[in-house]
Antibody, heavy 120, light 111 residues
């Protein structure tokens, strides 16, 4: 059974840092691209970042480029999102998702999400 | 800022059929990129409902159906039930922006 479990969210001050983790089970992240998608309170979904199945390529939304870094540990089968220089507008539930397909990929499995609150 | 536009809300009586539109542009849906749909029940994570315009993952009932034409796509729910009350999002890829894009979201209410 495919499962994604996020952790690492919490309250952080503006300008601070946080690292989110996404532990995958039921499949190997070596075989799939993985993504982070966030949802601000009462708002819609926003793609944040994804990393290729080989781990050699990563992509970011303009809103987080230069501040967030996606990485992975294939031994632990875990994906990370390092978030630096956090802003109030980064407050959201962050979901980890498995990306499936090529050309026009979709996200076939999602974690339960972890809440990040940026506030003083 | 979402580049795919959906109606904020749709409603229907139990048993009725409702449709949700998703309007994009020539750089995403109109460029041939597939449209996918997600259901988000209150307080839960999104769940894949339709992929590649018309396909249902295993376990999704055939009361849910998708279509695509030109720069738009639609999700139809037939035999509306109370359990279908949720937010629904479309998603595609934008070739000009090189990003995955989501719709603005539609809240479905069962009257």
């Amino acid at each position: 059974e495919v499962q994604l479990v996020e952790s690492g969210g919490g309250l952080v001050q503006p300008g601070g840092s946080l690292r989110l983790s996404c532990a995958a089970s039921g499949f190997s992240i070596n075989n799939y691209a993985m993504a982070w998608v966030r949802q601000a309170p009462g708002k819609g979904l926003e793609w944040v970042s994804n990393i290729s199945g080989s781990g050699s390529s990563s992509y970011y939304a303009d809103s987080v480029k230069g501040r967030f870094t996606i990485s992975r540990d294939t031994f632990e089968n875990t994906v990370y999102l390092q978030m630096n220089s956090l802003r109030a507008e980064d407050t959201a539930v962050y979901y980890c998702a498995r990306r499936y397909g090529s050309g026009s990929p979709h996200f076939d499995y999602w974690g339960q999400g972890t809440l990040v609150t940026v506030s003083s | 800022q979402s580049v795919l536009t959906q109606p904020p809300s749709v409603s229907g009586a139990p048993g009725q059929r409702v449709t949700i539109s998703c309007t994009g542009s020539s750089s995403n849906i109109g460029a041939g990129f597939a449209v996918h749909w997600y259901q988000q029940l209150p307080g839960t994570a999104p769940k894949l409902l339709i992929y590649d315009n018309t396909n249902r993952p295993s376990g999704v009932p055939d009361r849910f159906s998708g279509s695509k034409s030109g720069t738009s796509a639609s999700l139809a729910i037939s035999g509306l039930q109370a359990e279908h009350e949720a937010d629904y999002y479309c998603q595609s890829y934008d070739g000009s922006l090189s990003v995955y894009v989501f719709g603005t979201g539609t809240k479905v209410t069962v009257l």
